[in-house]
T-cell receptor
Framework: KAGVTQTPRYLIKTRGQQVTLSCSPISGHRSVSWYQQTPGQGLQFLFEYFSETQRNKGNFPGRFSGRQFSNSRSEMNVSTLELGDSALYLC????????????FGPGTRLTVL | GDSVTQMEGPVTLSEEAFLTINCTYTATGYPSLFWYVQYPGEGLQLLLKATKADDKGSNKGFEATYRKETTSFHLEKGSVQVSDSAVYFCALSDLNTGTASKLTFGTGTRLQVTL
């Protein structure tokens, strides 16, 4: 099976812009979670989608949003970018509710100038 | 809330040395425990996991045992290689609190193995 894929791999934006990141889960996986990784804060949970519904959300401002499509692909959007949003954004998928093993993609490296 | 504490790095070892990376956790329920590894410029790879007390996860020579009495999940390897150089993350997810999909990570421990 192909692994989790994320596009784009690298992105450079300026403050105030918005950005959309995409994640395709492993075939058959219905849950997609997003994480932000920064040197200062480490790995932090953003949100999780299961069957097109947001099931869990971390402590991030409303500028961070996401959605999931019927084919389980997910997108994450960040509006009004700030310098502090520069990070590696990781997507993870798992097969079903209650099944806890998550498999991660390679990440999207976002740089905000 | 849930939390994971890992030993500070970097850990520098010579090839073929014994590795231990300490991990302890705090959780309200009965978590599943994981070790993930991150190589430079890459995402996280699942290394091993354990879902209940006294379970031992193992993979590629790495082992960790779920110790409920000491709330620990220490990572060990008998003989490290240069190719093991990476950052290792201990993590938990807590099914009993309804947040099985959310992984709580430690801060990561960088391992450097030299010849």
């Amino acid at each position: 099976k192909a692994g989790v894929t994320q596009t784009p791999r690298y992105l450079i934006k300026t403050r105030g812009q918005q950005v959309t990141l995409s994640c395709s889960p492993i075939s058959g996986h219905r849950s997609v979670s997003w994480y932000q990784q920064t040197p200062g804060q480490g790995l932090q949970f953003l949100f999780e989608y299961f069957s097109e519904t947001q099931r869990n959300k971390g402590n991030f401002p409303g500028r961070f949003s996401g959605r999931q499509f019927s084919n389980s692909r997910s997108e994450m959007n960040v509006s009004t970018l700030e310098l502090g949003d520069s990070a590696l954004y990781l997507c993870a998928s798992s097969s079903a509710q209650g099944i806890v093993t998550q498999y991660f993609g390679p990440g999207t490296r976002l740089t905000v100038l | 809330g849930d939390s994971v504490t890992q030993m500070e790095g970097p850990v520098t070892l010579s090839e073929e040395a014994f590795l231990t990376i300490n991990c302890t956790y705090t959780a309200t329920g009965y978590p599943s425990l994981f070790w993930y590894v991150q190589y430079p410029g890459e995402g996280l790879q699942l290394l091993l996991k354990a879902t209940k007390a006294d379970d031992k996860g193992s993979n590629k020579g790495f082992e960790a045992t779920y110790r409920k009495e000491t709330t620990s999940f220490h990572l060990e390897k008998g003989s490290v290689q240069v190719s093991d150089s990476a950052v290792y993350f201990c993590a938990l997810s807590d099914l009993n609190t309804g947040t099985a999909s959310k992984l709580t990570f430690g801060t990561g421990t960088r391992l450097q193995v030299t010849l």
